[in-house]
């Protein structure tokens, strides 16, 4: 199945650092979303951008909807422990008349005390 | 805590059996969509449910099917089971299909099949 290309795949910072991560699609979306997903755990929305352009934050976490509607992007300020887990993006796609959510491959994240 | 809960937790099939997952939706909530997980992947789009009727479908073969009933709670049934069905299955839950973005997940149901 269809899936959005994350980068990077996989990352280790230092508690205290910024982290960056993207995601790219060949496809036009016009709602992109954030989740992190922690083990054994369902996917948590973190950040919805509706606008070309769009730059959202939520605490520490901001996020950017791309102005070709083909990526986005997130930034975490100030990592914390907290903060490991796994960030997939999503498109919200409705070109078959039925609303879902076109999942990255993910970005797994691991915070270093 | 989201409020979609879903059962069992975990799961060990073998090849060939017939398994049923359950999915009670938030209140409110008259929308199911389930998702299949494979391990080191984003989720997957199985089926969208909306009051009882099937609302669209991702590239899964018919032995993937499933019900939604009048309280809004949902089953996926998967029959002649495969090594590959081998996942995570989530549930989200959404007020009305167009309210997707507002849709929350279950905790998932981790299928094995050996």
């Known amino acids: 199945g269809q899936q959005l290309n994350q980068s990077p795949q996989s990352m280790f910072i230092q508690e205290g650092e910024d982290v960056s991560m993207n995601c790219t699609s060949s496809?036009?979306?016009?709602?992109w979303l954030w989740y992190k997903q922690d083990p054994g755990e369902g996917p948590v929305l973190l950040i919805a951008?509706?606008?070309?352009?769009e730059l959202t934050s939520n605490g520490r976490l901001t996020a950017q909807f791309g102005i070709t509607r083909k990526d986005s992007f997130l930034n975490i300020s100030a990592s914390i422990p907290s903060d490991v887990g796994i960030y997939f993006c999503?498109?919200?796609?409705?070109?078959?008349?039925?609303?879902?959510?076109?999942f990255g491959t993910g970005t797994r994240l691991k915070v270093l005390a | 805590e989201t409020g979609v809960t879903q059962s069992p937790t975990h799961l060990i099939k073998t090849r060939g059996q017939q398994v049923t997952l359950r999915c009670s939706s938030q209140s409110g909530h008259n929308t199911v969509s389930w998702y299949q997980q494979a391990l080191g992947q984003g989720p997957q789009f199985i089926f969208q449910?909306?009051?009882?009727?099937?609302?669209g479908r991702g590239n899964f073969p018919p032995r993937f099917s499933g019900l939604q009933f009048p309280n809004y709670s949902s089953e996926l049934n998967v029959n002649a089971l495969e090594l590959d069905d081998s996942a995570l299955y989530l549930c989200?839950?959404?007020?009305?299909?167009?309210?997707?973005?507002?849709?929350?997940f279950g905790q998932g149901t981790r299928l094995t099949v050996v």
């Open positions: 999503a498109g919200l796609d409705s070109t078959s008349g039925t609303y879902k959510y076109i």
């Open positions: 989200a839950s959404s007020r009305g299909t167009a309210a997707v973005v507002e849709a929350f």
């Open positions: 951008l509706y606008k070309a352009g």
């Open positions: 496809s036009i979306f016009n709602t």
């Open positions: 449910y909306y009051r009882e009727e099937e609302n």
